[in-house]
């Protein structure tokens, strides 16, 4: 069975595709306009299709809610005031004891603006008298009371006693009750305590010691210490428990020094309270640097009924 050749195929196929579409159209009139009927048809067909939209345009409908007011934004904080500033004086004159006392009603961060000012200046001496204030004059805090410390632990290592001449000290008696079979023990540790009070107290005070046999308490062995002069009417006193070395006796005096010296500088109207000392600190390091120079010498006033 031969082929029929392409070129054939496809004139028979367009022949038939011709035929089929001349046999549906040929009685249109495609350039005549349509019947009136129609196009009032379409026309109505439109509209309708118009007056609803479609939904690919729908919007979901918000739903309304009640807006907060706003609100007007708030001041900013008032900044705080300055720190009063304590004027230096003349750093020529010989510095007094009471520096700075008559400006008891500034802020310790005065006091403390002031110190820091000498001590990088290496005015120390005054520096040293500036620290103190923040500690006997002013309401310090906890921080601002350590502060001041550090200031005062740093420069009275480097200076010397505020009196070196013993004939200007006040002099101070340390007597110490102890029991019998600690009286030796005990005069060793009270005159090494009254040279360390020579010393922790600037050389405002010159200590001698007494010892005496205190009453016999077996059962619980006491040590009664006591600081007067010969004008003293109502002496400071501390009982305590005895220890049994020098050592411990000695450490023990100079504690019972801080409270008994702390407990009267209390009643006076003129100087702050005396901080108390921390947990562990030595009794020396609390005398030398809680107890200030001005401190020392009000103390020695008023063993003395000034």
Not at 79 to 85: E, S
Not at 87 to 113: T, Y
Not at 184 to 207: F, H
């Amino acid at each position: 069975m031969s082929r029929v050749p392409p070129p054939i195929v496809i004139a028979l196929c367009l022949l038939v595709v011709g035929i089929v579409w001349w046999q549906g159209t040929k009685d249109y009139d495609f350039l005549a306009p349509p019947p009136d009927e129609e196009i009032a048809f379409a026309r109505m067909r439109a509209a309708g299709e118009l007056a609803t939209p479609s939904d690919l345009f729908a919007v979901e409908p918000v739903e309304e809610t009640e807006e907060e007011p706003i609100k007007p934004p708030e001041p900013p904080p008032e900044p705080p005031p300055p720190t009063p500033v304590i004027a230096v004086g003349d750093l020529e004159a010989e510095p007094e004891l009471d520096a700075w006392i008559e400006h008891a009603d500034k802020p310790a961060a005065s006091f403390i603006n002031l110190a820091s000012s000498l001590e990088a200046e290496t005015h120390f001496t005054q520096a040293l008298l500036a620290w103190e204030r923040v500690l006997d004059q002013s309401s310090a805090s906890d921080e601002e009371q350590q502060t001041a410390l550090n200031g005062v632990r740093r420069l009275r290592a480097t200076l010397p006693p505020w009196i070196e001449d013993p004939a200007q000290a006040t002099e101070v008696t340390l007597l110490v009750d102890a029991p019998k079979d600690r009286v030796k023990l005990s005069m060793r540790a009270a005159n090494n305590a009254a040279d360390t009070l020579e010393e922790l107290s600037s050389g405002l005070l010159k200590v001698s010691a007494i010892i005496r046999v205190g009453k016999p308490t077996p059962a619980s062995p006491k040590l009664r210490v006591v600081l007067k002069t010969q004008d003293t009417e109502d002496p400071p006193e501390v009982i305590v428990p005895a220890p049994k070395t020098s050592d411990e006796i000695e450490a023990e005096i100079l504690r019972s020094i801080f409270k008994l010296v702390g407990s009267r500088l209390a009643l006076r109207d003129d100087l702050r309270p005396v901080s108390a000392p921390d947990p562990g600190e030595k009794p020396a390091d609390s005398l030398r640097h809680r107890i200030t120079r001005l401190a020392w010498k009000r103390f020695a006033e008023s063993l003395a009924g000034a």
